[in-house]
Each structure stands twice: as C-alpha cells, then as structure tokens.
C-alpha cells in the first residue's frame, strides 16, 4: 500500500515540467482573472507573445521548467478574425479586445484559440493547482532523498564510532548524541533555518543535520551488541583494522535497520520540510512546496474554496503516511521473530 501511494505522486514528479499543464518555472503562469476556479474548470485563452528571448533545452525545461514569454488572455470566444487581426470577447466580463495576430502564438494545428482544463482548479493567484501539486511533489521527494542521504551519513558515523571503539570515544560522542536528543527536532530545524536562511539547498542541509540523531542512537546500540559476536572478536584476534570490521562485518548486519531507518526518516523529512515552508522558513515562494500552499491558503478553509488549502495538506498526510507504512512493513520483512 505504501509504495502504491509513494508510485501515485512519484510517477508524475520525476518527468516534472515536461508532463505538467503549466511547464514554466515553478508552474508560475499567472492569471488573476481566474483565479479560485473549481476543479474542472475549462477556460479558452488567447498567448500574448511578450517578444522575450527561449532558449530552453528538453533538460534544462526537465529541471527548472521553461521560462515566461506569453501572457495568457481568458476569452469568451472570438467575435470576428481576419487575415492580420483577431477580436475577443473578454472572460467573465463585458468588454471585447482586439489583437494582431503576429503578437500571438498559435497552436500547433494553427489555430489561435488554446484551451485548458484545471483538473484541480486555480489558486489565488490563477494558477494550476495540479502542475503546482506534482512539482510540489517533486520538491518533497527531492528533500526526502537529500537529507536523508546526509542524516544517514552523519548517524552512521557517530553510531559505529561510538558502538564499536567505546571507552572515551563511546563518552564524548553519547554525550553529543545525548544533548542533541534532548532537544526536539522541529527546535533544532528551526534554529539551523534561521542561521542558513531560505532555499532549497539550505532546507535540504537543515533536516539533513536535523535528524541524525535517531540513527545514531539505533545505530550505537546494535553495534555495541553485534561487537561482542564470537565472529568480530575472531576478526579482531586475526589483526583486522576496525575500518574494515566496520564496513565488511558489522555494517552488513545492520542493513535492515538502515534501511527501515531511512525510510521513517523520508517522512520525517517531508514532514519538517513542510513545516518549515509554512512557517516561511523553508523553500522560498514562488517555488509550490506543499507547505508554501496550505499557508497561502489558509484562510479559504472557512470560504467554499477550502479545497485549495486541503489537497497539499491531505497530499502531505498522504506521503508521510506512505513512508510509514512502507517502514512497518520493511521492518516486518527484517523481523526474525516474525
């Protein structure tokens, strides 16, 4: 069930801005007219060419998206069109428009006319809440797979060091796990995020500095067992140096706890990386972290928008609760008692 829900939004982020409706930078198309739109709303659009330089690759759009050259105009429908102009009745309003056709884009069948459905409706600002979704997705996964790569290093680290040399080493780094335990995780995240300020890189290294501890306090403890195995000692008597004890006897047998510990620390990562976001600390706007979008839309809980404020919170519960369960059951799989 978990790796279902973990393929539902994974799937749709690694191709990213080549699959979303609204490909430009962070699926930042604005549009004030349609703004707060249901979902499902279909609209007609006319591009204004803003006359900018593109020149996008099919990686560069695949990692940062394409940059704005148009505006788009919600129209009702064409009035009349010639050879060199075009005149439009304006959405939702009474007024008409008029346009050379050599300052639009066309589609790809020549056609002036572009039309689109917002699946998940429009924000407050008139943006597609879906392209924002899966790019949002994209920036969780990202963070996940970072900072848990970085957590995971660090812990394993302090934890065999501590485990398997004991003595004033086991002391000195117990004491260090003991004090960063002690002090709750969002505290030590909120405090890394005021001293590396805002971005990407700089949340991927706060809750990759953040969460360590657990790893190395599990991970501390199974090697204090495991380096008292007849099998470590032999290795010992043989004249092994601990650097190879380490990573070809001991590091083996905690692979299923490694793993297991990664995983709960995906979704603590998404978890805190949101939490940050919403406390303004984390990726900066415009960027569609899920986090940014439950904040931005906070207040339309008590208006008939609320939606907009629940799909990236009900998204976020989704993929922690992925992880989750993608933990109990790796856990399950390593138990032998089971």
Known sequence: MGILCIALFAIPAIPGYLTTPDNTSNANQLSQKIAN????????????????????????????????????????????????????????????????????IATENGAMVHKQTFYLGTDRNGRDMLSRLIIGARVSLIVGFVSVFISLFIGLVIGLSAGYFGGRVDSILSWLIAVFWSVP????????????????VQVLITIGFSTWVEVARIVRGQTLQIREQEYILSTQIMGFKPIRII??????????????????????????????????????PPAPSWGIMVKEHLGNLVLDTYYLALIPGFAIMLMVMAFNWLAMGIRNHYDTRL
Do not use: M
């Open 37 to 104: 739109q249901k979902p499902g709303f279909t609209c007609s659009f006319l591009k204004v060419d803003l006359q900018l330089a593109h020149e996008a690759s099919t990686l560069n759009t695949w990692l940062y998206g394409e940059k704005t050259t148009w505006d788009r105009v919600p129209i009702e429908r064409i009035i009349w069109s010639n050879k060199d102009s075009i005149a439009i009745l304006l959405w939702n309003e009474n007024s008409q428009k008029s346009y050379a056709k050599k300052e639009l």
């Open 247 to 284: 990573i070809h006897h001991i590091l083996p047998n905690l692979k299923g706890t490694i793993v297991v510990l990664a995983t709960t620390n995906f979704a603590s990562a998404i978890l805190l990386e949101a939490g940050l976001s919403f406390l303004g600390l984390g990726v900066a």
């Open 185 to 200: 995780t969002l505290l030590i995240a909120l405090g890394l995020s005021f001293a590396f300020g805002k971005g990407l």
